[in-house]
Each structure stands twice: as C-alpha cells, then as structure tokens.
Antibody
Framework: QVQLVQSGAEVKKPGASVKVSCKAS????????MHWVRQAPGQGLEWMGR????????NYAQKFQGRVTMTRDTSISTAYMELSRLRSDDTAVYYC??????????WGQGTLVTVSS | QSALTQPRSVSGSPGQSVTISCTGT?????????VSWYQQHPGKAPKLMIY???KRPSGVPDRFSGSKSGNTASLTISGLQAEDEADYYC?????????FGTGTKVTVL
C-alpha cells in the first residue's frame, strides 16, 4: 500500500530555513512526480512545485522561485522541500502528494511549519 | 499564475443539487482537460473527488460530477447530503505547473 510519511512539526524564526521530508513506500519512488502543496491557517490550497524523482528535475510556482528547493534521495525514497527566508505568512501545513495514476492519488499527513519570533 | 476563481460559498438543502464554478484562463482550465476537484473537511487532507474534468475515482459517489466549458469548470453535487458539507477546491494543470482555485465552502442547510 502506498504511504507518504512526512517529518514532524517545526517552529522557525523569521529569516530561517525549513526542510520538510516526505518518505515514500509501497511503489516505485522514481516512477511518479512528487508535488508540494501548502495551506495557511484558514486559507486555501497553494501549489508550490513538483520534482521528478527520477531525474531530479523541478518546476516551481513563480511565487516561490528563488526561495524553494525541492530535492530527493532515491536511496531512501524520500523527497524534500526546503523553504528559505521564512516569513510569518509562511506559517502553514505543508503536504507532499504523489502524482496521480488514474484516480489514485496519495497525500502525506501534512507538516505544520510555524514561523514566529 | 493566479488562483482560479471560485464562489466563496454555496448552500443547499438535503436532496438538492449545488454547482460550484471554477474560472481560469486559456492557459490553464481552458487549455487542458486536466481539471480536478478536491473535498476537504476541517483538519483533514484534501480528498480527490473528480479528475480529468469528469472522471470519478473509485469509491466517490456518483452524486459528484464534473464538466467544463471554455475556461470554466464546474462541480455538481446532486442529492446533497449532510456529509458533503466541506470546502471544495478545483485544480488545473497549467503547463508543467499546477494552480488551485480559491475554494468554496458548501453548506448543507
């Protein structure tokens, strides 16, 4: 069974960086894009970008260009999302989501990142 | 890459039908048949309800249906039930990027 398990909640100060991990199991990690989506408290869903775990190629939303870096470690089937120069409005739940195959789509449990001085 | 436009809220009585619109541009909704819809209950991860404009994943009731015309996609919930009360988001492929809608709160009266 497909599972995406994310790292735990983080508290960061403004200006710092955060790196969230997403460990995949139950499928061929390199066979599907991994997407990252975030949701600020009381707000909507926001697509941040995606990574091709096979090639390492990435596509980022324009809003996050220059601040976000998505990487992967194929040896441990884990994708990472690092966001730098954090601001208070980066406080959100960050999700990883595996590329859909037909109607099958899988999401991680979410990681709460709180940015506060 | 602006968010797709959805009504902030819609409501209906049990058994009625409601339709949520999702308006984009020719660069996203209008350009590809890759619109999906998500249901989200408070504190939960989004759940895929419709993909590729009108396809339903296994296990999603056929009360949920999707369509598209031009730059606007729609989600219709027929025979509204209490458990359908949730937030709904559309999402479109936009050429190597994704974009979500602004979200719609569905209230069952």
């Amino acid at each position: 069974q497909v599972q995406l398990v994310q790292s735990g909640a983080e508290v960061k100060k403004p200006g710092a960086s955060v790196k969230v991990s997403c460990k995949a199991s139950g499928y061929t990690f390199t066979g599907y894009y991994m997407h990252w989506v975030r949701q600020a408290p009381g707000q909507g869903l926001e697509w941040m970008g995606r990574i091709n775990p096979n090639s390492g190629g990435t596509n980022y939303a324009q809003k996050f260009q220059g601040r976000v870096t998505m990487t992967r470690d194929t040896s441990i089937s884990t994708a990472y999302m690092e966001l730098s120069r954090l601001r208070s409005d980066d406080t959100a739940v960050y999700y990883c989501a595996r590329e859909r195959e037909g109607g099958d789509e899988y999401w991680g449990q979410g990681t709460l990142v709180t940015v506060s001085s | 890459q602006s968010a797709l436009t959805q009504p902030r809220s819609v409501s209906g009585s049990p058994g009625q039908s409601v339709t949520i619109s999702c308006t984009g541009t020719s660069s996203d909704v209008g350009g590809y048949n890759y619109v999906s819809w998500y249901q989200q209950h408070p504190g939960k991860a989004p759940k895929l309800m419709i993909y590729d404009v009108s396809k339903r994943p296994s296990g999603v009731p056929d009360r949920f249906s999707g369509s598209k015309s031009g730059n606007t996609a729609s989600l219709t919930i027929s025979g509204l039930q209490a458990e359908d009360e949730a937030d709904y988001y559309c999402c479109s492929y936009a050429g190597s990027h994704g974009v979500f809608g602004t979200g719609t709160k569905v209230t069952v009266l």
